[in-house]
Antibody, heavy 118, light 109 residues
Framework: VQLVESGGVIVQPGGSLRLSCAAS????????IHWVRQAPGKGLEWVCL????????YYADSVKGRFTISRDNSKNSLYLQMNSLRSEDTALYYC????????????WGQGTLVTVSS | EIVLTQSPGTLSLSPGERATLSCRAS???????LAWYQQKPGQAPRLLIY???TRATGIPDRFSGSGYGTDFSLTISRLEPEDVAVYYC??????????FGQGTRLEIK
């Protein structure tokens, strides 16, 4: 299993950004995929998840209405559209694959760093 | 939302000793859907335990999970220097959202 995130940059408050995650080594459309973030020196925070077929998505209250998760199963890829970014969104964003027996995270990418700063 | 509280915040032990990390939930965790992760400095988290007590693939049997309801623990027997890390618990019984504890930092003297 390999998950490779990209797209993290420095962006100004109020700006937008799109993260990507390229998946390989497993049957992508068999699994629910999550985004989990970690602010510098802080703990893990769940951000959102998307169903296997992409029809359903769920978000943490902290990002609801600003972030949109999507997936393209034909490209084995996951995306996170981030709008109206705030300084508190500064974090390392991990793409994360669920396990076979529930919503624990079996595999993690290495993360992509998003910095929101003027 | 289920809140997970981990204790202690930091644990400092010697090689060969046993470490016991606690994770307490604000309400019952459905079906004991509780997982533990290890995060070493500069690395992504790694799954250790799921279903409260099932070791993930490739995890040494020095690591064991136990508990039910609202009280869970991770035990690391025979500590090794490579066990230095932050350990997180996570509940997934209240799907679709999941929550993490704040972490316990393990130091080896």
């Amino acid at each position: 299993v390999q998950l490779v995130e990209s797209g993290g940059v420095i962006v100004q408050p109020g700006g937008s950004l799109r993260l990507s995650c390229a998946a390989s080594g497993f049957i992508f459309d068999d699994y629910i995929i999550h985004w989990v973030r970690q602010a510098p020196g802080k703990g893990l925070e769940w951000v959102c998840l998307i169903s296997r077929d992409g029809d359903n998505a769920y978000y943490a209250d902290s990002v609801k209405g600003r972030f949109t998760i999507s997936r393209d199963n034909s490209k084995n890829s996951l995306y996170l559209q981030m709008n109206s970014l705030r300084s508190e969104d500064t974090a390392l964003y991990y793409c994360a694959k669920e396990g076979d027996f529930g919503s624990y995270i079996e595999s993690w990418g290495q993360g992509t760093l998003v910095t929101v700063s003027s | 939302e289920i809140v997970l509280t981990q204790s202690p915040g930091t644990l400092s032990l010697s090689p060969g000793e046993r470490a016991t990390l606690s994770c307490r939930a604000s309400q019952r965790v459905t079906s004991d859907y509780l997982a533990w992760y290890q995060q070493k400095p500069g690395q992504a988290p790694r799954l250790l335990i799921y279903g409260a007590s099932t070791r993930a693939t490739g995890i040494p049997d020095r690591f064991s999970g136990s508990g039910y309801g609202t009280d869970f623990s991770l035990t690391i027997s025979r500590l090794e220097p490579e066990d230095v890390a932050v350990y997180y618990c996570q509940q997934y019984g209240s799907s679709p959202s999941i929550t993490f504890g704040q972490g316990t930092r393990l130091e080896i003297k």
